[in-house]
């Protein structure tokens, strides 16, 4: 059962990764001309369109990695700490850290992105996504290393 509930933890993280990819692109590299490329295409999207699905993935992958956490804490890490793996073991709670900061800023995120969008807020749109991407794609890169060096 912990390893279905791990694998459905990864999946919905790669669609939030996805998702908030998506909109930190639209918002910060928005197409101007009508262009048929790839990157264009990718970057064409509507970004409020996105807001609900992020929000719902972030909560469902929290909600997972929070019931996987005491298999990780049992037995990946404490495997880490007797091979004296100090800096995985340190980047996994940076990862617990930025994670919780972007919990805590998903009111903010909501707020910025609630109809109708305001062009006053624009700044603090782009801000506010770009730190939850990071957040998100940090996240999503420590996780994934930290389990290729032992998995749950």
């Known amino acids: ?33 009508p262009d048929p490329s790839f990157t264009a295409r990718f970057r064409a999207v509507k970004a409020a369109s996105y807001v609900n699905a992020i929000i ?15 298999t ?3 037995g990946a890490r404490i495997y880490m700490e007797d091979l004296r793996m100090s800096a995985p073991v340190g980047s996994f709670e940076v990862k617990e850290h930025l994670i919780t900061f972007a919990l805590g ?3 903010t995120y909501w ?32 996780g994934h290393v930290l389990n290729n060096i032992r998995g749950v």
């Open 105 to 107: 800023l998903l009111p």
């Open 56 to 70: 719902v993935l972030f909560l469902i992958t929290f909600t997972l990695g929070a019931i996987v956490y005491p």
């Open 1 to 33: 059962m912990i390893t279905f509930l791990f694998v459905m933890h990864g999946l919905c993280a790669i669609a939030l990764l996805g998702a908030i990819t998506h909109q930190a692109a639209a918002v910060w590299l928005p197409v101007r001309a």
């Open 72 to 74: 990780y804490r049992i």
């Open 111 to 142: 707020y910025f992105w609630r109809a109708p969008l305001t062009p006053e807020l624009e700044g603090a749109r782009k801000g506010v996504v770009l730190v939850l991407a990071i957040f998100i794609w940090a996240a999503f890169l420590t």
